[in-house]
């Protein structure tokens, strides 16, 4: 498996055409061949190289079928570099991207949307041990609307693991329409263990949290003093949007904080993003353009 963030190892490993499709049919096919079209298991040569043919439908899948590189407008191989150059450092814009890899800037904007669908959480790994909750809001100021106000600012709820020393564990984010009980202790319950020590601010909303999480208490924030680390946070997240991708669509807002939490909680082992990365892409159900460009829901 490709691991580094060598660009020289990189072209050397993805020389052509077939090594891109042969490190995807090693991906794709690593646990074993499942038509899916009759659910069978046995296969033969298909039409197009490291392609699989049903023994019994007769269903000829090919290497990039089913994932984000099926179609594409540009060559797999530049595909692939684009991928590759997502894992460098904090990221790329559309824009840039589009130049690197000599596309049209709307190509690149929705190739970026299709590998965002793998930024996604998963929601198997629940936050534990000490949990700090707050909100924040992402734009520019608004006359008359401070603080939690509602305006036009796009609002976020952070969720961040504090572990021993003082250190930041895993890092998740949620797109969130106001700052209520009934908007906020979903997501939630759905993103922290029970057992976990939940921290928050004294915002009113937060004062029922204890009958959920027993640990849960509320402190003074001090102007975010009273949360170093969940504020070290917020501000990196807001760097990063400003600095990388400048801004963002309010229906596009959630990519978004999953590409960040994406990169943030993979900080220590950032040679293998490409790989994790390659392993959702031929996993996750691909979506259509019309799906990539509506409404977050």
Same mark, same amino acid.
């Given at each position: ?90 990221g790329i814009s559309s824009y840039e ?17 299709? !590998? ?7 929601? +198997?790994?629940? %936050?534990? #041990?000490?949990? *700090? ?61 029970k057992d976990a020590k939940v921290i ?28 170093? !680390? ?7 997240? +807001?760097?990063? %949007?400003? #600095?990388?991708? *400048? ?47 509506a409404d977050a829901a």
């Amino acid at each position: 498996m490709f691991s580094t963030l060598s660009a020289f190892e990189f072209q050397q490993k993805f020389s052509d055409q077939n090594s891109c499709l042969q490190y995807l049919a090693e991906l794709k096919w690593k646990d074993g061949y499942v038509c899916k079209k009759c659910g069978c298991k046995s296969f033969t040569k298909g039409y197009h190289p490291f392609a699989r043919r049903c023994s019994s439908c007769r269903y000829d899948e090919s290497a990039s079928a089913h994932t984000i590189f099926h179609n594409l407008k540009f060559s797999l191989q530049r595909a692939f570099y684009a991928v590759f150059r997502y894992c460098k450092k904090k990221g790329i814009s559309s824009y840039e991207l589009a130049k690197e890899i000599g596309v049209s800037q709307p190509t690149a904007w929705l190739f970026h949307c299709k !590998i965002q669908q793998t930024f996604e959480s998963s929601g +198997k790994n629940p %936050l534990t #041990g000490e949990v *700090h909750i707050d909100e924040f809001v992402t734009g520019g100021p608004e006359k008359g609307k401070p603080g939690r106000s509602n305006g036009k600012k796009k609002k976020t709820l952070i969720m961040v693991e504090v572990r021993p020393g003082s250190k930041t564990g895993l890092v998740y984010c949620r797109k969130i329409a106001d700052f209520k009980k009934d908007t906020l202790y979903p997501i939630i319950e759905a993103t922290v263990s029970k057992d976990a020590k939940v921290i928050t601010d004294e915002y009113p909303s937060y004062d029922k949290l204890i009958e959920r999480f027993p640990k849960a208490k509320q402190r003074k924030s001090n102007t975010g003093k009273g949360f170093p !680390i969940l504020h070290q946070q917020i501000m990196n997240m +807001k760097g990063w %949007l400003r #600095g990388i991708h *400048h801004q963002c669509s309010d229906k596009h807002y959630q990519k978004y904080l999953n590409e960040y939490c994406f990169r943030t909680n993979r900080r220590n082992s950032e040679q293998y993003i490409f790989r994790n990365i390659m392993q959702r892409v031929v996993s996750i159900k691909t979506k259509t353009f019309k799906e990539l460009s509506a409404d977050a829901a």
